[in-house]
């Protein structure tokens, strides 16, 4: 006789908060029952971005990562909370879940600035055709340590003096997204 084991589920309330938090940026976390006797088995940090044409949501549980893009739709609280108690139980994702295009809707560079500008810190190796070793830096900044400043580097040289990045997320993207495609333009032109 095989014993099966108890399903992990996210509480109703879980999934009724997912049903808002999917339509910010932010990171937020849930607790993970087990569905026989409702006690508390783990919690999973969910880390949300909302991108230019999609969502992207980083998922953490136990010592598993996981990602998901999908497309902006009524119903992602829903499609991210099986996609959550899928890599709860080990399970692969349903099927119709995710449709093949959601996962081109956030290219790797945009969904790594936002990933930036979310932990303001770090060295980011920007996934640029064409151009290797371009990295972000982000840091404390010395001037202000409530900020943090940013540069690029390409192949361990500097390539712009420290910035201050701005508070806001959305405008800390756009200026990141700007100043890299300003700096891979420069970069082909003179190649």
């Known amino acids: 006789m095989t014993t099966l ?9 879980s999934r009724h908060e997912l049903a808002s938090q999917v339509t910010l940026s932010g990171t937020y976390h849930h607790n993970i029952h ?44 829903g499609r991210l909370a099986v996609f959550i108690e899928s890599v ?15 996962y081109d809707l956030v290219s790797d560079l945009e969904g790594m ?13 920007l996934p640029v055709d064409g151009v290797e070793e371009l990295a972000l830096l982000i840091r404390q ?11 690029f580097e390409l192949e361990g040289v500097g390539l712009t003096l420290p910035a201050l990045m701005p508070s806001d997320r959305e405008v800390a993207y756009e200026l990141l997204n700007g100043c890299v495609a300003e700096l891979v ?6 190649a």
């Open 5 to 13: 084991l108890p399903l992990l589920r996210l509480s109703l309330a």
């Open 88 to 102: 709860a139980n080990g399970v692969s994702l349903p099927a119709g879940i995710i449709e093949i295009e959601e």
């Open 34 to 77: 087990d569905s026989t006797t409702s006690a508390v088995r783990g919690t999973v940090r969910i880390a949300i971005e909302q991108c230019c044409d999609g969502l992207t949501a980083r998922v953490e549980l136990g010592d598993s990562v996981n990602s998901i893009t999908l497309a902006k739709r009524e119903d992602n609280g």
């Open 185 to 190: 333009a420069n970069y082909r032109t003179a």
């Open 113 to 125: 600035l936002r990933d930036a500008v979310r932990e303001r810190r770090g060295t980011y190796y």
């Open 141 to 151: 900044s010395s001037a202000d340590p409530k900020r943090v400043a940013f540069r």
